[in-house]
């Protein structure tokens, strides 16, 4: 059974993309919505960590015997200016991409084996990364005119 490299993969991902929405959070500081919103969200990673807690007990964490193609490298600084706060966004989005097909994946395996512990944990965990996108994509909608055009 390869389920615990998934959840093994999810537990990291999740740990990565809180600690980079804690990075952006402050690098950001001066836009308000964006330094609120991401605790917010980063919090939301970490209870779906702990949540994830009793499943990794059950099931196991492991890595996969194949070499890593796509690492998951956090964001450890954070750009300036209005571009800057785009290219950041861009990231979070990717990682929050990565957290969110991880559920899908990890969901078609909780059916499959009838689990409704993991349906419940994935389903309440995947619906809150949803929202995260979500956000993301609305607050790159709303940087991106100034980013790209007025920004000199």
Do not use: N
């Not at 964490?61 to 200016?81: C, F, M, N, Q, V």
């Not at 990890?106 to 419940?120: C, P, V």
């Amino acid at each position: 059974m390869k389920l615990p490299v998934y959840l093994g993969l999810l537990h990291t991902s999740e740990g990565t993309l809180a600690a980079s929405l804690r990075q952006v959070s402050e690098g950001h500081g001066h836009e308000p919505d964006v330094h609120f919103i991401c605790h917010t969200l980063a919090a939301q990673c970490d209870a779906h960590q702990e949540a994830l807690a009793p499943l990794l007990e059950r099931y196991g964490e492991a890595k996969d015997d194949e070499p890593e193609r796509l690492h998951i490298d956090g964001l450890s600084t954070t750009r300036t200016g209005p571009v800057g706060l785009l290219r950041d966004l861009q990231d979070l989005y990717l990682l929050a991409s990565l957290v969110d097909i991880t559920w899908t994946m990890i969901k078609q395996a909780a059916q499959g084996l009838r689990d409704a512990e993991l349906l419940g944990v994935v389903t309440a965990c995947d619906r809150e990364t949803a929202i995260q996108i979500k956000w993301l994509q609305t607050r790159m909608k709303q940087a991106a005119p100034q980013a790209l055009i007025l920004a000199g």
